[in-house]
């Protein structure tokens, strides 16, 4: 079957469209304090000279929202009417506040009216279960009113991490229950005539957050729901393996016709991911040619890929396996050179690959996030740290948190956790248990190397 890009509707972010016909956008979010005006100016503007085309920014509280209004101003000023996006957590009052002055507003469903997940298993009759529906609406639909009114579109961003302990106590830990969390706000819009939306569902793990897209496409079609989706993989990491992981996932939803905004979510400094996430938009088409004319013989995938350079290659080999591997069609993978690409070492590409799509684990698997303006210690520096203490733990992985909006949750998947807790202190978890709270940043990694050495 030929590449064909499933059709959504078409909506408008400030001077971008998103959907329809228009090209898949790419974007990335600041990292700096949204107080600091002159900070996230500047990073704004590093993005958009990279080729992002929405840039987001994290909005803790009514003081950061009220702020975005001097960052779009200066930004304007500078003539750049790239569109703004705040990111909002645990207060629908943020959200009023925010779109009044940024062209869309991000919430989490998982903690828009609901409490912060905790995995505590709740009980509630149909009859209580609806009463809290009947929040969520009470709370929504004068949200969408206030965004109506000054034209400001939303994403209804899900995140398996922050899944609420209501879904999670209906649901359970399934794809069901991350798109239920979606919808339950979706059919709000519907009937509230509020078409300008964009969704999102995430996850760290590309299984998970592959299979859940999936069944989301198929409940929408099935309620005749077209809105655009937008695609990324949570907390993917940094360097070789937060491209291969990204592309992975979100390659095996492109390569399918799904998704019109990307993000490429990497521990680096937030330009750095445009050029990836333009790079696997480029590709699409190709990759998913690729993926049709792979052999499978014997459980092995065979890629034969030309690639100019290195990082084209890994591009497009974890692209066009992706959905292959995920679907579990083979067990190993064989990358095969042509042309420049054969002068190539592929067998540790190859593992990677497979790493990233759950196949086979090889090396410690590393679960850390972009960072934003929450992130309360310096990611970069502790990632590395980490991994230098820890990258002979085959098959260990290791979850590694800016701060707690994706923290505990994203780390359920992980088998030890390094989260943000405050400033200057951290809380170090083994699965979902918090096993050290609030030690101070200078002790962290030992503390954490210490966990790890005592369960091994």
Known sequence: MEYQRRKSIAIRVGKVGIGGDNPIR???????????????????????????????LTTQGTREAENLKNISARLREAGIDTPLVADVHFNPRVADVAAQYVEKVRINPGNYVDPARTFKHLEYTDEEYQAELKKIEDRFVPFLNICREHGTAIRIGVNHGSLSDRIMSRYGDTPEGIVESCMEFLRICRREQFDNVVISIKASNTVVMVRTVRLLVETMDREDMHYPLHLGVTEAGEG????IKSAVGIGALLTEGIGDTIRVSLSEEPECEIP??????????????????????????????????????QLKAAMAAGALLIDGKAKELEIRGCGRAETY?????????????????????????????????????????IKAATSHLVGVKIGIMGCIVNGPGEMADADYGYVGAGRGKISLYKGKQCVARNIPEEEAVERLLEIINNNA
Do not use: H, W
């Open 276 to 313: 990836v996430a333009k790079k696997l938009v480029e590709l699409t088409e190709e990759c998913a040619r690729l993926r049709r004319e792979a052999r499978i013989e014997n459980n092995t995938l065979y890629l034969n890929i030309e690639a100019d350079s290195y990082e084209e290659l």
């Open 345 to 385: 070492d592929t067998k540790e590409l190859a593992d990677a690959i497979l790493q990233a799509a759950r196949v086979k684990f090889t090396k410690t698997e590393y679960i850390s996030c972009p960072g934003c303006g929450r992130t309360l210690y310096n990611l970069q520096e502790t990632i590395a740290r």
């Open 240 to 243: 070789e393996d937060g491209r």
């Open 26 to 56: 790419v974007q990335s979010m600041t990292t700096t304090d949204t107080n600091d005006t002159e900070a996230c100016v500047a990073q704004a503007k590093r993005i958009v000279e990279a080729g992002g085309e929405l840039v987001r």
